[in-house]
T-cell receptor, first 112, second 111 residues
């Protein structure tokens, strides 16, 4: 079955630690995205990538970094510079930015 | 002003009711419009795209009003299983090739 896999599903980290969230897709989609969702809020765009080896900042990129070395993979690193990292992180992909987004099941990060 | 604005609700309606949600967007050159559904603590899933001529999918009808820059979603004969948060989503024509999400409208259908 084609889809998007995010891991881990739940992650706890201490303040000052970097963590990397994995996102893998086997849909052969060119575009991939990372969104953040806080309780009672919509999704906010962190980073997106239209093609391998290229990515752009979204609305809230500060404190985050990404890489796109392979078409299938778009990992997100939450650095210690991110002031309020506790949130629900969603990875998505699409054939085209105008089309349907396919989401992974999300990763819940809690900073202790 | 937010790019996409929705009434957060919650909308509490009885089973069988008809309920409508509106969403406004700020960029008049926005290109694509969608409604996504998100269940509690789950990922969003596409409910339907919104076309200029309006479109219907079973009990769901979506409308786009470009002049007034709003999108609507009508749900007829509400079911308990319709309880969820409905997210209005727009592709703004800002050069950024990524969808912008509203904060969502929560619907609770009661028996």
């Amino acid at each position: 079955d084609g889809g998007i896999t995010q891991s881990p599903k739940y992650l706890f980290r201490k303040e000052g630690q970097n963590v990397t969230l994995s996102c893998e897709q086997n849909l052969n989609h060119d575009a991939m995205y990372w969104y953040r969702q806080d309780p009672g809020q919509g999704l906010r765009l962190i980073y997106y990538s239209q093609i391998v080896n290229d990515f752009q900042k979204g609305d809230i990129a500060e404190g985050y970094s990404v890489s796109r070395e392979k078409k299938e993979s778009f990992p997100l690193t939450v650095t210690s510079a991110q002031k309020n990292p506790t949130a629900f992180y969603l990875c998505a992909s699409s054939i085209d930015p105008r089309g349907e987004l396919f989401f992974g099941e999300g990763s819940r990060l809690t900073v202790l | 002003r937010k790019e996409v604005e929705q009434d957060p609700g919650p909308f509490n309606v009885p089973e069988g009711a008809t309920v409508a949600f509106n969403c406004t967007y700020s960029n008049s050159a926005s290109q694509s419009f969608f409604w996504y559904r998100q269940d509690c603590r789950k990922e969003p899933k596409l409910l339907m795209s919104v076309y200029s001529s309006g479109n219907e999918d079973g009990r769901f009808t979506a409308q786009l009003n470009r002049a007034s820059q709003y999108i609507s979603l009508l749900i007829r004969d509400s079911k308990l299983s319709d309880s969820a948060t409905y997210l209005c989503v727009v592709l703004p024509d800002t050069g950024r090739r990524a969808l912008t999400f509203g904060s969502g409208t929560r619907l609770q259908v009661q028996p």
